[in-house]
């Protein structure tokens, strides 16, 4: 394949290569991307956007570039956050603070699309007008929902909304797609078993939570079906468990069960919802004791809309990006998902490194090649839509 078009210059990859390199030695977590949010704004001011609202939603912005003339509305975004994870590469821009890093790649895709920022200031858009929305806390599943929420978001109201993901084990560079989900449904719950502590001699003068607990996780067993490539794939995976105390002439009285749940769509994680509780509801009755429940960490879907995806696969071939179709969605949450159901859009990936080390992983960097791709991805997709 011949080498892909690229849309930023030389010294303007340089430049964020740069910018990457200080977001990464000042990762900040979920919810707390002050800092982060005030180097981003500084480089894209100097790229003059017509508009920028701070403050949504958290440390969230939108920066627009408004052509003056009736077309489209579209609107690209990228996360501000990093992750609660100690870091163990050695190279000089390494994390600065203990405990913090991006190890989701987040650093690459604000660079993304402050590449996009640039290459709008040079060729402003012709009609309609682009948002770049600049996200807090995808981590923790607060941030998209929390945009939404927020009134002021009121006023963007886009035709089309695009995102890309890093993706380690993908060739680097290449453009991954797919129709329809592309990223699973997702949340986390914690149930609280209120029994009643005693003699551990006289176990039946209490209500110990061992069976309520061992009687929903073997439900959970039953229920799961970790088989990505089929359309009802549902996954419990047990994350916590705690019991009493370590005092062995106690009974326990009290215990804590977390699990987080996955699906393919929102429909199937309606369903797997409703048998959680029932197990729950099952275990509470059997032994008579209240169970109380928590949900948290919740990411919808992202449903791909055919028309969306069509624009990434063509502003792929326009580009001469190598191009992989996904057999079916990744596993992992994505917030991004909320704004997928509720805008027609996309979310696609950006291959890694076949030997990049793992999402998540301590030892993970974003490969600062592929903003390149990324840039010109999200560029040629104005180009499309905004003829």
Not at 64 to 74: A, N, V
Not at 342 to 364: K, T, V, W
Request: net charge negative; proline share 5%; aromatic share 10%.
């Amino acid at each position: 394949m011949s080498q892909a078009q690229k849309i930023l210059s030389d010294s303007q990859f340089q430049e964020l290569e740069n910018v990457r390199k200080e977001l990464h030695r000042h990762p900040e977590v979920s919810g707390n991307e002050k800092e982060t949010a005030k180097r981003v704004l500084a480089f894209l001011e100097k790229n003059s956007p017509d508009s920028v609202v701070k403050g949504i939603g958290g440390y969230g912005m939108v920066a627009t570039f408004d052509s003056g003339k009736e077309g489209p509305t579209l609107l690209f975004r990228s996360e501000l956050d990093a992750l609660p994870i100690q870091e163990i590469n050695d190279f000089d821009y390494k994390s600065s603070y203990s405990g913090v890093s991006h190890k989701c790649g987040h650093d690459g895709h604000m660079c993304s699309l402050l590449g996009l920022a640039v290459s709008l200031h040079q060729n402003p858009p012709q009609k309609g007008k682009v948002h770049l929305l600049f996200q807090p806390a995808e981590e923790d599943g607060e941030g998209a929902k929390a945009m939404l929420a927020d009134p002021v978001f009121d006023q963007f109201q886009p035709d089309y909304v695009f995102a890309y993901h890093n993706l380690p084990g993908y060739k680097l560079g290449e453009v991954v797609y797919r129709q329809g989900s592309f990223t699973a449904a997702v949340k986390s719950v914690t149930f609280k078993f209120h029994g009643k502590t005693a003699h551990a001699a006289e176990p039946e003068h209490g209500k110990n939570p061992a069976l309520a607990i061992a009687h929903i996780l073997q439900g959970c067993e039953k229920a799961t079906n970790n088989e990505p490539a089929r359309a009802d794939f549902k996954l419990i995976t047990p994350i916590h468990i705690e019991m009493g105390e370590i005092a062995y002439g106690i009974s326990a009285g009290y215990g804590e069960l977390r699990l987080t749940i996955r699906t393919w769509t929102q429909e199937f994680m309606h369903e797997l919802t409703e048998e959680v509780m029932r197990l729950a509801k099952e275990a509470s009755d059997q032994y008579g004791m209240l169970i109380s429940d928590e949900w948290s960490h919740e990411f919808s879907a992202n449903q791909n809309n055919d028309s969306a995806v069509l624009q990434v696969v063509q502003a792929a071939e326009a580009l001469n990006i190598q191009l992989k179709q996904r057999d079916y969605p990744f596993k992992f949450g994505e917030d991004f998902g909320l704004f997928t159901q509720q805008f027609r859009g996309a979310m696609f990936g950006i291959g890694s490194g076949e030997d990049c080390p793992a999402l998540h992983n301590p030892d993970y960097d974003f490969p600062d090649s592929i903003i390149q791709n990324a840039s010109s991805m999200f560029y040629q997709i104005c180009q499309q839509l905004l003829k």
